[in-house]
């Protein structure tokens, strides 16, 4: 198994989600982190069968933004707003 860290910044505009894509968001006192963990199909069904040997799992992170910065807020709610359209192309996309 291999985790990869491939992009120091996600953006609205550099960062596309997947159908693949499961989103954290840590939180300590005033900083947050998004992460996006893209596990692939072909690593669930070998890890079901405890056979890992190529696949990975990319991690795509933001830095930690600080909330009382207001360039931090500004960047937190453009990646808030794009996981927000991601959701819902998702949804629209499945009903």
Not at 9 to 20: D, L, P
Not at 37 to 63: G, K, M, Q, W
Request: negative net charge.
């Amino acid at each position: 198994m291999c985790v990869l860290f491939p992009c120091p910044e996600a953006t609205r505009s550099t960062h596309i989600f997947t159908k693949h894509s499961t989103v954290v968001i840590a939180a300590v006192r005033h900083y947050i982190m998004l992460l996006d963990f893209h596990i692939p199909d072909l690593y669930v069904d070998e890890f079901r069968a405890c056979s890992l040997s190529d696949p990975c799992i990319t991690i795509t992170n933001t830095r930690w933004l600080n909330l009382i910065r207001e360039g931090d807020i500004l960047k937190l709610m453009q990646n808030l707003a794009g996981l927000v359209a991601w959701a819902k192309s998702q949804y629209n996309a499945e009903y």
